[in-house]
């Protein structure tokens, strides 16, 4: 995933930008990226973070970085802040995005005699290829507008110049830019809550393929927003920080309502409810409402050096980490019946070994219940890291267990009204080890978010998306 913030000031911009960027930590653990610009001069610094927090890196290198205007990035994929030098002139830039065809449009730009000089683990860097992409253009607009065509994926982006920053959101709004101000500058995010201690107030949300340009001054319209909209439903359901909005749609909220639909109509007999802390905990506070059941803290986390929400890359190491930050509270657990919330299971490998540190700790009874349907595809829209391959997905590793082919009669097991569906869940369950389990359906996640169906992304559960380009 990653996420962006820009500033746009009367003043020297380096103190909210270090602030707003960082406050994008919960989404990506691998590359941190600041860029200002002064007088057509840019000052950019990019720092591995894999294995230390953002503002360590950067917080005594802040003198460096000159100007009233600048972006920056935390991401999961590839090191930027790319600076480029073109026919538009100089800018520099950072991407939220994933590029299906990014070695179709590679090939493109080497077709068209430009050169790649940023390497991201050997390969093409994405936001470079981006950059480039935009440089083929006649403006900037024209050049974004390319990558909408082009790029098979999303691309949401911050471009930022001598005479400002341009904010272009993806063309279908898979993934959001939101417009903050007070007096003395203009803010440019992706999540909302890094608005908050910096004294910004939200002043608009960007459309999907909207393009806007703004200064210290305010912002401008270049590109008026698209009608269709997809916006990612897991934004609320986990990515995002619980105090954030998304299209005015505050994310602990909607956690709250997943859990309060699920627990108005669930039957089973429990003592109190708990989370999987921490994207579980909304849920489940709305879930002991719902069912007028106690919320209890059976099982908690480590949050003084376990506080990301990402894990590494390597699975062996996920499956450490994940043991090692969840902590059960003995005296809670013992000989009751518990009601346990999460956000969603792709491998079920890491909730399988939670459930057993729960009976372990003396659990009578553990039941799980999930905010969102059964993960049935792998994201084509963002880089969701724990899901690379659909046979990573615990969902097609059964389906291809009853079927014989995991790609088959999937219209089935995405349909909770099912004998497929309910086998599906079954053998998860025996195989996560809990006495029930419970997903929310479709309808609950779109009443949950309060958009119409249509306009939220659920790729993921049935497959359903608009194209990925004009």
């Known amino acids: 995933?990653?996420?962006?913030?820009?500033?746009?000031?009367?003043?020297?911009?380096?103190?909210?930008?270090?602030?707003?960027?960082?406050?994008?930590?919960?989404?990506?653990?691998?590359?941190?990226?600041?860029?200002?610009?002064?007088?057509?001069?840019?000052?950019?610094?990019?720092?591995?973070?894999e294995n230390s927090y953002f503002r360590t890196k950067f917080g005594e290198s802040l003198g460096k970085f000159k100007g009233n205007m600048g972006i920056g990035v935390i991401s999961d994929t590839d090191a930027q802040p790319i600076v480029v030098n073109s026919h538009l002139g100089r800018f520099a830039i950072v991407t939220v995005a994933k590029i299906n065809n990014l070695t179709e449009l590679e090939q493109e730009c080497l077709d068209k005699h430009q050169q790649f000089t940023e390497l991201s683990s050997g390969k093409?860097?994405?936001?470079?290829?981006?950059?480039l992409m935009i440089s083929q253009g006649d403006d900037f607009v024209s050049g974004i507008q390319n990558v909408f065509k082009k790029v098979k994926g999303s691309c949401s982006?911050?471009?930022?110049?001598?005479?400002?920053?341009?904010?272009?959101?993806?063309?279908?709004?898979?993934?959001?830019?939101?417009?903050?101000?007070?007096?003395?500058?203009?803010?440019?995010?992706?999540?909302?809550?890094?608005?908050?201690?910096?004294?910004?107030?939200?002043?608009?949300?960007?459309?999907?393929?909207?393009?806007?340009?703004?200064?210290?001054?305010?912002?401008r319209q270049l590109l008026a927003p698209n009608e269709k909209?997809?916006?990612?439903?897991?934004?609320?359901?986990?990515?995002?920080?619980?105090?954030?909005?998304?299209?005015?749609?505050?994310?602990?909220?909607?956690?709250?309502?997943?859990?309060?639909?699920?627990?108005?109509?669930?039957?089973?007999?429990?003592?109190?409810?708990?989370?999987?802390?921490?994207?579980?905990?909304?849920?489940?506070?709305?879930?002991?409402?719902?069912?007028?059941?106690?919320?209890?803290?059976?099982?908690?986390?480590?949050t003084p050096t376990w506080s990301r929400s990402f894990m590494p890359v390597h699975q062996e190491m996920r499956e450490h980490v994940a043991k090692m930050k969840l902590i059960p509270n003995t005296t809670l657990l013992k000989d009751k019946k518990i009601v346990f919330c999460d956000d969603s299971i792709v491998r079920g490998?890491?909730?399988?070994?939670?459930?057993?540190?729960?009976?372990?700790?003396?659990?009578?009874?553990?039941?799980?219940?999930?905010?969102?349907?059964?993960?049935?595809?792998?994201?084509?829209?963002?880089?969701?890291s724990a899901s690379k391959t659909e046979l990573e997905l615990i969902t097609?590793?059964?389906?291809?267990?009853?079927?014989?082919?995991?790609?088959?009669?999937?219209?089935?097991?995405?349909?909770?009204s099912t004998k497929e569906y309910a086998k599906m869940v079954e053998i998860i369950r025996r195989h996560i080890g809990v006495d029930t389990l419970r997903f929310n359906t479709l309808d609950v996640i779109a009443r949950s978010i309060g958009l119409p169906k249509e306009r939220i992304c659920t790729h993921c559960f049935d497959g359903s998306s608009y194209g990925a380009s004009f």
């Open 1 to 49: 995933m990653g996420g962006f913030f820009g500033v746009a000031s009367k003043q020297c911009c380096i103190t909210d930008l270090f602030y707003g960027i960082d406050y994008h930590s919960h989404l990506g653990t691998k590359r941190g990226g600041i860029v200002t610009v002064d007088n057509n001069i840019f000052f950019r610094s990019i720092h591995n973070i």
């Open 124 to 131: 093409t860097n994405p936001t470079e290829l981006i950059a």
């Open 157 to 219: 982006m911050l471009i930022l110049t001598n005479d400002g920053i341009i904010a272009a959101r993806d063309y279908y709004g898979r993934t959001p830019i939101v417009i903050g101000k007070r007096p003395d500058s203009y803010a440019l995010t992706f999540d909302t809550h890094s608005f908050s201690n910096l004294d910004y107030a939200i002043d608009r949300f960007v459309g999907p393929g909207e393009i806007i340009q703004m200064d210290a001054n305010g912002y």
């Open 229 to 302: 909209m997809q916006i990612c439903s897991f934004l609320w359901i986990y990515y995002g920080y619980p105090t954030s909005e998304y299209e005015a749609i505050n994310v602990e909220n909607t956690r709250y309502m997943l859990g309060y639909e699920m627990g108005k109509v669930d039957d089973v007999a429990a003592d109190y409810v708990s989370a999987i802390p921490d994207s579980g905990i909304g849920m489940a506070l709305g879930y002991s409402n719902g069912k007028q059941i106690p919320y209890r803290r059976g099982i908690v986390k480590y």
């Open 349 to 384: 490998t890491q909730l399988r070994d939670n459930v057993r540190k729960l009976y372990a700790g003396g659990a009578k009874e553990v039941h799980i219940r999930i905010s969102c349907p059964p993960l049935i595809f792998g994201c084509n829209f963002l880089n969701f």
């Open 396 to 416: 097609r590793r059964v389906i291809e267990e009853l079927e014989g082919d995991c790609k088959k009669h999937l219209d089935r097991y995405m349909d909770s």
